[in-house]
């Protein structure tokens, strides 16, 4: 996470001047060259080494690239375009109790040669199918098809809502920008929590490994219907309001988890009803919040530049939530005090204010 926090802004200044297509066709490649790098990491050096070119495929064409072709593709219908892609993210619920399958039958080493030609079989010819503009074939985003009035002040409005944004200094210098990184910084340190320390907390609250690993799978199963629906929601209420709502329902539900024993079992109920529908309205919404506030002009290298402000919260979480176990002996206090951070996100949200960026750039 720090490696590719750090690299963000550069593979996303490259992504928005070469396109999604080649840097998704370069990312499958190095992500495949990782994972034969993880089939010999015998040793600590051969493991960073891997990590490090992991980390750099999913920076050059990983979630960015395909975000950024959805981004230029889609702009009423975006909530509802990145949802069906972040099903994705879903299953991949799924390929761990695949992957255990593959170690225990196959063996660890054989198991990383197999992903990495299946990662290049099936990531490459998917890779191809992206186009990276819809204007390059005569179209407008959301299927919309230039009309005899494509000189008309709307349909220039509607042209630069789609192709226009802001530079990236431009972005910076804009309250907006803050506001969006402080949102977004929050509803990360919500999710470090929960993926890094829900089995470690689940274990310490005096559940077993086994279960633990189960609610991990009946969580992602339950979660990939809630991705379609908050992306058709969002686009129907409005995507700033439905990451704020999501951010909020996720401060509430680690309040819930924190509490969470076998004697208590029953919070898991409440748990899913308000995390597991703010982390999908998260995930879907994230990605869209960059290009709503400055465009698609530039919106691989203005989200680059959100997510290396954020490396500080990916360092001090963890340190944080270790710390309170190392003292306390549990993780409720933690839990509950990233809670409040994250509802602070929602209302950190709620005070930006939008660039009036379409306006100039018509005039333009």
């Known amino acids: 996470m720090l490696q590719q926090g750090l690299l963000a802004p550069v593979t996303g200044h490259i992504l928005d001047r070469v396109g999604p297509r080649k840097m998704a ?26 990590c490090m070119v992991m980390a750099l495929g999913l920076g050059v064409g990983g979630p960015n690239a395909f975000s950024l072709a959805i981004m230029r593709w889609f702009v009423a219908k975006r909530g509802r375009a990145m949802s069906v892609t972040t099903t994705g993210n879903g299953f991949g619920y799924f390929a761990t109790m695949i992957l255990a399958a593959m170690i225990a039958g196959f063996g660890f080493h054989e198991t990383f040669v197999i992903l990495a030609v299946v990662i290049f079989i099936i ?23 230039p009309g005899p009035d494509s000189h008309s002040t709307t349909a220039q409005a509607s042209r630069s809502r789609a192709i226009g944004g802001l530079e990236v200094g431009e972005a910076v210098r804009t309250p907006a920008f803050y506001l969006l990184v402080l949102a ?21 609250a005096g559940f077993s490994l086994g279960f633990a690993g189960i609610q991990a799978a ?14 058709w929601l969002g686009d129907t209420v409005g995507r700033k309001n439905m990451y704020m709502l999501a951010v909020a329902l996720e401060g509430i539900g680690l309040c819930f988890f924190a509490f969470v024993s076998p004697e208590r079992w029953w919070l898991f109920i409440p748990f899913y009803l308000t995390f597991g529908i703010g982390h999908a309205g998260w995930l879907v919404m994230v990605q869209t919040l960059p290009a709503d506030f400055f465009g698609s002009k530039h919106f691989a290298a203005i989200r680059g530049v959100i997510v290396m402000l954020q490396v500080p919260v990916t360092i001090v979480v963890p340190i944080f939530m270790g710390y309170v176990f190392d ?19 929602a209302l950190c949200l709620g005070l930006s204010r939008r660039p009036l960026w379409i306006q100039t750039t018509t005039s333009k």
């Open 218 to 231: 009946a969580y992602g199963m339950a979660a990939i219907p809630l991705r379609w629906a908050v992306g």
């Open 184 to 204: 977004m910084a929050a509803g990360a340190a919500a999710q470090i929590v929960w993926i890094v320390f829900q089995v470690p907390h689940l274990k310490s």
């Open 327 to 345: 003292t306390r002996g549990n993780y409720q206090l933690a839990y509950l005090a990233i809670a409040g951070i994250t509802v602070g996100g």
């Open 25 to 50: 066709v370069a990312g499958v490649t190095i992500i495949a060259l990782s994972m034969l790098l993880f089939s010999r990491a015998t040793t600590l050096p051969i493991y960073y080494a891997a």
């Open 123 to 145: 990531g490459i010819p998917l890779a191809l199918v992206i186009r990276d503009r819809p204007e390059n074939l005569g179209l407008l985003p959301d299927g919309e098809i």
